[in-house]
């Protein structure tokens, strides 16, 4: 399986690149296709016969179906249960993180936790956590390996405290959080396909592991956190900051689903 982000495929440097509509967003459609495409293309040659591609970006209908990789199948559209990670319950013996970006409240291209600039840091059991290391845990609740992390340099160093034994491929080395140093699609794409094929040496699923969790999110507002605090045990810990508890990362995951979904909702025009 691949959860496929868009902020960190080759050459995102910046907003007009990934929102749906715009012509940067047109341009890096076909970039987003091949980073996944060469993925895929490692995937096959290290033994994979099927690979379940989600997307995972804001409207979730960024790819290019046409240009797939015939050896995958695309996973489109919103409203997943398990968003980002749709899919990983299915049986699936590894996924890959591909063009995933470091947390909020930290540096890196396009840096966030799945809303773009409300949230400021979300911590799982008291660690700062970015998508990868929410999906990581998911993925582990049900025995599957992260096998592959790419983005720019700062995920990959993130990806090295969650998944220690993934291939990891940077595209882009980060000067701020709207420019990158960036390499050309056929060097990022040689690299991808080289660490695809070889993260399928760890294909497999294991024993899958559930417990508790604590999640707790900080927003840069106070309405914010008080519109989330509405949900059903969500926790207000003060003014910008809210927590809950969980008796699995599956439930962890659906619930911080909805914690977002919320605040989203509460935020209005440019005073956020």
Partial sequence: MISADMEGVTGVTWTGDVVPGTDGWQ?????????????????????????????????????????????????????????????????????????????AGETGVLAHTYLENSITGVWLDGVLASEGLLNAALAAEYGVPVLMVTGDDRTCADARAYAPHAQLVAVKECVSRYA?????????AARIT???????????????????????????????????AVVPTVQQLGVRRVGFDAASMTEAMKAFKIVTHVAAGAVEGIYG
């Fill in 27 to 103: 341009r890096f459609r076909r970039l987003f296709t091949a980073d996944v495409n060469a993925c895929v293309e490692g995937l096959a040659a290290g033994g994979a016969t099927d690979v379940l591609v989600n997307e995972a970006h804001s409207s979730q209908r960024n790819l290019l179906l046409e240009d797939l990789h015939d050896t995958a199948r695309l996973l489109t559209g919103r409203h997943k249960p398990l968003s980002m990670m749709q899919g990983v319950d299915t049986g699936v013996d590894g996924v890959v993180f591909l063009g995933y970006h470091a947390a």
């Fill in 180 to 188: 990158a140093v960036c390499l050309p699609p056929a060097v990022s």
């Fill in 194 to 228: 080289q660490a695809a094929t070889a993260a399928m040496t760890r294909a497999g699923r294991g024993e899958g592991v559930v417990a508790a969790h604590r999640v707790e999110v900080e927003f840069d507002a106070s309405h914010l956190a008080d519109a989330a």
